[in-house]
């Protein structure tokens, strides 16, 4: 079996044409250009390069951004205070606060804080609320809204296929599992403590891989032209490699996601997505 590739910088890089064209109408109109503001604490140097991509993109579409950046010491109230400003700022229209924060930061209070309609990480309970109960028009975690743009893009069915999801996280496994099941799919989310869990996975007409283990998964894991998503990412001493080991996948999946270069790319491209989809909703009442 020839295994497709899903490019995801491809498709990133046309969500983020179509989302230049939609800015660039707004402004057009007279509208104020959107904006989104990063709250970044301390000095990870991972969170550090996530930022600056972030910056990089939302130039790509014209779309303002500014990062507010605080110091390794500061405390949740600190934060909670610097967030209740740009709730009450109409000139910016996404917030997000970079994770990880140190850890005398209240991260749970710390989220709460943002308001539902600027929250364009999809992480505030109302946003996770709206999504598991299929009410309202949430701003849903990026990722795995970025997963579902991907399958669809690529011609993908959904409806009625057999999916699993390994990972239970609230930033992706659980997202991912309400965004299938939306879609019609059937649902299996397998985790840390499951039994066998290699037995659902080759039942799995779609697999998601985001447990967070360097080639976890392999051919011998998947069924025949199952549809392979892997979210995760790690530095080896052979390189960047994702939770499925990709080489003895491929001639087995009938699609599936490189890493680096497939789910990576996307996350941001749905981050820029949400800012523009609260903006839309504030400014065009």
């Not at 104020?32 to 130039?59: F, H, R, W």
């Not at 951004?65 to 700022?89: C, F, G, H, K, Y």
């Not at 309609?117 to 598991?132: E, S």
């Not at 403590?193 to 799995?204: G, P, Q, S």
């Amino acid at each position: 079996m020839e295994t497709k590739i899903i490019d995801g910088k491809k498709i990133a890089r046309e969500i983020r044409a179509e989302l230049k064209e939609r800015i660039a109408a707004h402004v057009a109109a007279g509208r104020p250009t959107p904006k989104m503001t990063v709250i970044l604490v301390g000095d990870d140097p991972a969170s550090q390069v996530y930022v600056a991509n972030k910056e990089k993109a939302c130039g790509w579409i014209r779309m303002e951004s500014e990062t507010l950046r605080m110091p390794a010491s500061t405390t949740t109230e600190e934060v909670i205070a610097a967030i209740e400003q740009l709730n009450q700022d109409e000139t910016v229209h996404g917030i997000l606060v970079q994770l990880p924060v140190p850890e005398q930061i209240d991260k749970a209070a710390v989220l709460k804080t943002i308001d539902p309609r600027k929250d364009v990480d999809g992480f505030h309970v109302i946003n996770a609320g709206q999504l598991f109960t299929g009410t309202g028009d949430p701003l849903v975690a990026c990722t795995p809204s970025g997963i579902i743009q991907m399958l669809k893009r690529s011609g993908i069915e959904i409806t009625g296929k057999n999916c699993v999801v390994a990972g239970r996280s609230n930033i992706v496994g659980k997202p991912m599992a309400m965004l299938m099941m939306n879609e019609n799919a059937t649902v299996t989310v397998i985790h840390t403590r499951t039994k066998d869990d290699r037995e659902f996975i080759k039942n799995a007409d779609i697999f998601i891989s985001a447990v967070g283990r360097p080639k976890r998964f392999t051919g011998d894991d998947i069924k025949e032209g199952a549809v392979v998503i892997d979210v995760g990412i790690h530095r080896t001493e052979e390189g960047l490699c994702g939770d499925c080991d990709y080489e003895s996948m491929l001639g087995k999946a009938s699609y599936i996601t490189p890493v680096p270069g497939g789910v990576g790319p996307m996350t941001i491209a749905m981050l820029l997505s949400n800012c523009l989809k609260a903006y839309e909703g504030q400014i065009c009442q």
